[in-house]
């Protein structure tokens, strides 16, 4: 995610602290929220997607996503 949308976010928090948003300030800041989570949510999959498990034995087994 950009530098500057985190730093609105950031903006977005403080002035609903200290004054209050108005409805499309709301609205901004909840999708700004949305996309900084996906973003994460996305990095954090990446990332284990690339997790291998090594055993004792020098097996190299990747993780699987769970089956819900």
Known sequence: MEKKKIDRISELAKKSREEGLSEAE???Q???RQEYV???RQ???SQLE???LVE???RKIPLKKKES
């Open 26 to 28: 709301r609205l901004e």
């Open 43 to 45: 990095s954090l999959t």
């Open 50 to 52: 690339r997790v291998v």
């Open 38 to 40: 996906d973003a994460h």
């Open 56 to 58: 004792k034995d020098g």
């Open 30 to 32: 909840k999708a700004l």
